[in-house]
């Protein structure tokens, strides 16, 4: 393991960029990171309502997925958002140009589907692309950013997912994300603005956060998520290497966006669901899922409803976490958090073989966080567990599954009188 002296250098960089963050885009929205459902990752473009009406993009998917959120707990625990995606369009604007839903899957229209969603007590978010046409080719946006802003806040929608595909220049792309945020501000209605800008911007340049930033409340960065272990460590391993220039942008205000938790479908191990629920917590992105409500499993369910991880995740301070080592296919990721507090997340990337045994030294935390005298050490995943008040000297053996994560919050306390009984000064498991 390496010494808190030789502290990999973009560690060090972050410590000092964190305080010189870009200015947020000024909509006092999306103080900490958005929590919500969308459907894309679990329900796709799936428009034939006759032979599929269960699954199919339609108000009543969306209706019945808002019911859920509020009879099972998920808007108690901090999900909002009831977010459509893609394919939710006709095929044509209407005679005044203006958006319009699909006539037979959205038969009620959106502005009755966002008072249903807003009487639950949610929030309503719908899909838009920056050029002329989505991704799935309905009408896109290019050409009308200040009317469909003016008509997605008459119809009293919350947030906007702005997709980048079709544009003609990477000049009209940022043209575009710039012009649809200064629209949906003019329009006078609270709406998040969710980007897609330097996901497609990087294929020219390196994109800009500070001005990415001033415009949007989150942005993607990578690919879309799969159902897949794969996909999900591609994501873990883009954002390790480019920590040093995206984690500075991250603040109220503006979100990294590693994309949907997929937590509860079918790709992804119970040890794999803990890793990204752990490391979306640490990662300050926005907790939107994307699966089947109607059908989760009870364990994954209880996962993404985990209110000492949620808790990580919504954090005030609003600095998002890094990935501080990398050694022996285990990774050390930490997350500074107000009050003093932090949580570490350790991963065992092996996929071979059985649990293995990582020692944190609380000693080699000491160039980004310091236990003073001592401090107490929970962990919240996979299992909640108290492992006391510990000095900071203590070592720990932590026991990770392949392919798994351990999270823990270790809270600052001084000035508590030191009892022998209560300092750990072994190793623990």
């Known amino acids: 393991m390496e010494s808190p002296s030789s502290l990999p250098a973009t560690v060090l960089l972050l410590l000092g960029l964190w305080t010189a963050r870009a200015r947020a885009l000024d909509n006092g929205l999306a103080l900490t990171p958005t929590m919500g459902w969308l459907h894309w990752e679990r329900f796709l473009c799936n428009t034939d309502c006759d032979s599929d009406p269960h699954n199919c993009i339609s108000e009543q998917l969306f209706m019945q997925m808002a019911d859920l959120m509020v009879s099972e707990g998920w808007k108690d625990a901090g999900y909002q958002y009831v977010c459509i995606d893609d394919c939710w369009l006709a095929a044509t604007r209407d005679a005044q140009n203006r958006l319009q839903p699909d006539p037979k899957r959205f038969p009620s229209g959106i502005q009755k589907l966002a008072d249903y969603v807003h009487s639950k007590g949610l929030k309503l978010g719908i899909y838009q692309d920056v050029g002329k046409q989505t991704c799935a080719g309905f009408p896109g946006s290019y050409g009308f950013y200040e009317l469909d802003a003016q008509t997605f806040a008459d119809w009293g929608i919350d947030l906007l997912k702005f997709d980048g595909c079709n ?34 911007m990087k294929v020219f340049k390196k994109p800009d956060y500070t001005e990415i930033r001033k415009y949007c409340n989150h942005w993607r960065n990578y690919n879309d998520i799969y159902d897949s272990w794969n996909s999900l460590k591609t994501i873990l391993d883009w954002t390790a290497q480019h920590q040093d220039m995206i984690v500075p942008a991250a603040g109220p205000g503006g979100w990294n966006d590693p994309d949907m938790l997929i937590i509860g479908n079918y790709g992804l191990s119970w040890e794999q669901q803990v890793t990204q629920m752990s490391l979306w917590a640490i990662m300050a992105a926005p907790l939107l899922m994307s699966n089947d409500l109607r059908t989760i499993d009870p364990k994954a369910k209880a996962l993404l409803q985990n209110k000492e991880v949620i808790a990580i995740n919504q954090d005030p301070l609003g600095k998002q976490g890094y990935q501080m080592i990398k050694v022996e296919d285990f990774e050390l990721w930490v997350r500074l958090l107000s009050k003093g507090a932090l949580a570490i997340a350790v991963v065992n990337r092996r996929e071979i073989g059985g649990p293995r045994n990582f020692v944190l030294i609380l000693a080699f935390l000491g160039k980004v966080w310091t236990c003073k005298q001592k401090c107490m050490i929970n962990q919240l995943l996979p299992t909640h567990k108290d492992l006391g008040l510990q000095n900071c000297t203590s070592a720990f053996d932590i026991q990770v599954n392949p392919t798994g994560t351990v999270l823990l919050k270790l809270t600052a306390i001084e000035d508590t009188p030191l009892l022998e009984n209560d300092i750990g000064t072994g190793t623990h498991g």
Not at 167 to 192: C, F, H, Q, W
Request: net charge neutral; charged share 20%; hydrophobic share 30%.
């Open 167 to 200: 544009y003609d220049t990477p000049n009209l792309l940022t043209e575009g994300y710039r012009n649809m945020s200064l629209a949906l501000n003019k329009t006078g209605r609270s709406i998040v603005y969710s980007c897609e800008w330097p996901l497609y």
